[in-house]
């Protein structure tokens, strides 16, 4: 009686014949090896590049976002007291993260230095306002923090970038939306160019799929070599992108100091972006030659 | 005939393409264990739709097919290969693999099949053995004459001992001289038990062997099936 029972136990020679499959299939077909390789390469240097711009630009709004903070001018004549519980009662916020008292000589000080001036003393000292620097941890809570210290006694008035902070938020916003969108699309795309590259490798071999599939193979037993080799062409092309990025960043990121030293702290290929690289190659590498040896199997 | 024996039963069979082509008609055979059974008739007779049925590359539209007492309609997608494990197929055009040597070609059938690097060793070269071309075992296909490739495919088709080698126009491409050498060796292995179907165009070896012979009609009916038949009709 013919029994259930096509599983493949994965030995060592089954292991073996996988990998000697791989190695003979891209050897035989380098070309078309080298193409989907390629391929693979510049579809993630792609998404590596559009990675960078995206998480660069999160790093700009992020950096101009914590610039602007909460600055809470004090009205004239409170004691040491008031200006102490003014503090603990800021900090009490839970999006508080610090503050700084801010007298009115040290304010004067820093505006002579921010002039450049030698010595302003006698000019209108009287004018500046003590105040507190508030430090707040997520900037979309800024204009909450403003709002509840502007009704606190002992306030003056509140002062933050309003109209720069709403901008900014947006605009961060309007950046991860982007990036999701790509990164999604762009490996989309990805799959369909890469899996007609493997589909060519797979073609050669049609074959020895046609005998593999007359002689009792399991369809699991035909997949196999060549998921391998398609995530062989994954780990080889998104590792050939990671390196051609470390390169392209190392080359702009001399010019970009140049013009802006302020970006210098800009993030360049963190290990987390060459992780998440990689895996969308294997990914990619996997589903291309699932969806590519799908087409040859007949039942 | 021996109810037990029967290895092949097909009940009002028949196969429509999904092109509207009809294969074979509501056509009802059976073949026992260990026979020889020649299947003819003209091109497009559904003779080649006949084996596939029973390795099950096709379904039947309409009947059953049973194979060796299992009804191979009823076989789910990950339960063919284990059928398919248990037949040899030889074809036409061989169907070697032009970049491995004899050898491999024939450990290919068991490699992909998970079989272990002894059971290889100890089958391969006894299957060339008996097709007589242990010699030219390290030789590629583009070395061997036509009825040398035709042996390493039965070579490949007989290495996993199959209950039935379904061959499809196995002399199709060869002389004479040689189509006959083939079916001599397939006879061969028809005398040790295997039961051998073959599609077969040639008249003069269907009537030379004096065999089973199931002729095919034009519109996929049996026209006859005759013990020790011959190549009837002028087909």
Known sequence: MIRRGAVISVDYSTLRFFFTEVYISIRRNLLMSIAASSTMMFSVLILGIFLLIISGLNFITRSFITQVDVIVFLKDGLSEKAIYELKNNLLSYPSVEAVHFVSKEEAFKRLEEKLGVGNLSGVRKNKLLNNIEVSVGNPEHIEEVASRAEKLSGVDHVKYGKDIVDVLIKFSRMVHLIGIAGIILITLITVIIVSNAVRLTIYARRKEIEIMQLVGATRWFIRWPFILEGLFYGFSGSAGSIILLIFICQLSSNFIFEKFPFLSMLPGVTPLMAIFLVFIGLSVGFLSSMISVGRFLKV | ?235
Not at chain 2, 90 to 99: E, R, T, Y
Request: neutral net charge.
């Open chain 2, 1 to 235: 005939m021996d109810k037990d024996n029967i290895i092949v039963r097909m009940v009002s069979v028949s196969k429509i393409y999904p092109n509207g082509v009809k294969a074979l008609n509501n056509i009802s055979v059976d073949i026992v264990k260990g026979e020889f059974v020649f299947i003819v008739g003209p091109t497009g007779t559904g003779k080649s739709t006949f084996l596939k049925l029973i390795n099950r590359e096709e379904k039947a539209s309409d009947g059953r097919v049973i194979i060796d007492k299992q009804d191979v309609g009823e076989l789910s997608v990950d339960e063919i290969p284990c059928l398919r494990r248990r037949l040899g197929v030889i074809f036409q055009d061989f169907k070697l693999l032009p970049a491995r040597t004899c050898y491999e070609n024939v450990a290919y059938a068991l490699q992909v099949i998970g079989a272990g690097q002894r059971e290889i060793a100890y089958k391969v070269p006894r299957s060339l053995e008996s097709v007589g071309l242990i010699d030219k075992k390290n030789s590629y296909p583009d070395e061997l004459s036509g009825g040398e490739k035709q042996r390493v495919a039965i070579a490949r088709a007989l290495v996993n001992h199959p209950i039935i080698i379904l061959a499809d126009e196995p002399t199709g491409n060869l002389d004479p001289d040689t189509s006959w050498d083939i079916t001599q060796l397939l006879i061969d292995v028809n005398s040790q038990g295997t039961t051998i179907i073959m599609a077969t165009h040639d008249k003069s070896i269907v009537n030379r062997t004096r065999k089973r012979v199931i002729v095919l009609d034009s519109d996929g009916t049996i026209f006859s099936d005759q013990e020790r038949g011959s190549y009837i009709r002028g087909l």
